[in-house]
């Protein structure tokens, strides 16, 4: 039987965002996984306070971070990732295809010469397979890319980490519309996913209220996603899916905070540095997405 690690969710209703505290409750060793800066587009100040939340749940628990994770650079949301890493300590870790990523955004946004396309910013990038520790409870990685080339899944014990590739059952399944997506590739990163256990317990990264559902949800199991995720569950073939996923996503508006998110994301949450005025600044490109 795979260890039970503890895992507490914390949810960003302004971007749908749930993060993840997992802990090894032997040895209390903690990884955060996908959390979330608060932001104002309209003013463009930062804030704290889904952070601060984190934090304080953490030194109440006595837990110690070892790990902050990102499951991709993600598009709806900045990341607390070093403001985390300054206030518990622990390491910043992504997947390797983070390089696409930034490959592709350094192009879009032409940020300054000195940014790295290399995913030095973080301090681990795992390939498909990894194996790291949290405590006494291995986690692994899947290389569960589609929604965009770089998304990965953390399996730590009995849990696994999703973030974007898939919803609740009754939601469906990530956008593959973005520079890198592939909806043939998100279902067969699907399928992956689905040869784990059947029970599972799979973490979402976001949950926007399926219709008729009244309360925010963001744990699920392998069983109940294959059995009736509207998208994929039920045996659905891949050509009916790239079908349905590629209209769906011709009528889906860019995420609110795309732009932001990415420039800051891809840079592991670091702002881009101070323009001579000494104030740092985000770009809008025109035309682009």
Known sequence: MSARPIVKTFFDEPTFTASHVVSDPATKAAAIIDSVLDFD?????????????????????????????????????????????????????????????????????????????????????????????????????????????????????????????????????????????????????????????????????????APGREDYAFETTVKDERDWNVHVGRGVKEADFVKMRTARDKTLSMPRLILPSVQINMRAGELPPPDSNGVRYLKLPIDML
């Open 41 to 209: 587009p309209a003013s463009g100040r930062t804030s704290t306070k889904a952070a601060d939340e984190i934090i304080a749940y953490v030194k109440a628990q006595g837990l110690k971070v070892e790990w902050i994770l990102e499951t991709h650079v993600h598009a709806d949301h900045l990341s607390a990732a070093p403001y985390l890493k300054k206030a518990l300590g622990g390491k910043s870790g992504v997947g390797s295809q983070i390089t696409i990523v930034q490959k592709t955004f350094g192009e879009i946004f032409n940020v300054e010469s000195a940014f790295m396309r290399d995913g030095s910013q973080f301090d681990a990038l795992f390939d498909d397979g990894a194996r790291f520790q949290i405590g006494e409870i291995e986690a692994r990685v899947m290389h569960t890319p589609g929604h965009t080339p770089a998304c990965i899944t953390y399996v730590v014990g009995d849990a696994a980490f999703v973030g974007d590739t898939m919803f609740m059952p009754d939601y469906g399944t990530a956008r593959c519309d973005f520079p890198g997506g592939d909806a043939a590739i998100l279902y067969r990163s699907i399928q992956k996913i689905f040869t784990l256990p059947a029970e599972t317990r799979l973490f979402m990264c976001h949950d926007y209220k």
